[in-house]
């Protein structure tokens, strides 16, 4: 059964920092490409950014283009979210989430429909 564990959520002022990590429970993790969505609240959960199997390969949504970056680390099977410059509408729960089908070595996807695992995710609050 594949796990999915985020932490590193917290409360940051806006202009602040914080790095998201999702460790996954077993070590095929590094044939998988990974995704982090976020929920805030009120809104349905938004796509931001994802990252192939190797880590050669990433894509984000523009909202968070710039200041965000996604890397992995296969070999200790965990996946995080590196996010600078946080504003006050980065307010969400960040989720993480496994995509256990190989679709290519540089294919990366936005879409929540293709994971197939998620994590229970953990809270960002960013104040003004």
């Known amino acids: 059964q594949v796990q999915l564990v985020e932490s590193g959520g917290g409360l940051v002022q806006a202009g602040g920092s914080l790095r998201l990590s999702c460790a996954a429970s077993?070590?095929?993790?590094?044939?998988?490409?990974m995704g982090w969505f976020r929920r805030a609240p009120g809104k349905e959960r938004e796509f931001i950014a994802t990252?192939?199997?190797?880590?050669?390969?990433?894509y984000y949504a523009d909202s968070c283009k710039g200041r965000f970056t996604v890397s992995r680390d296969n070999a200790k099977d965990t996946a995080y979210l590196q996010m600078n410059n946080l504003r006050p509408e980065d307010t969400a729960v960040y989720y993480c989430?496994?995509?256990?089908?190989?679709?290519?070595?540089?294919?990366?996807?936005?879409?929540?429909?293709?994971?197939?695992?998620w994590g229970q995710g953990t809270q960002v609050t960013v104040s003004s």
């Open positions: 989430a496994a995509d256990l089908h190989y679709r290519g070595p540089s294919y990366v996807s936005s879409d929540e429909e293709e994971y197939d695992y």
């Open positions: 990252i192939n199997w190797s880590g050669g390969s990433t």
């Open positions: 077993v070590h095929s993790f590094g044939n998988w490409g």
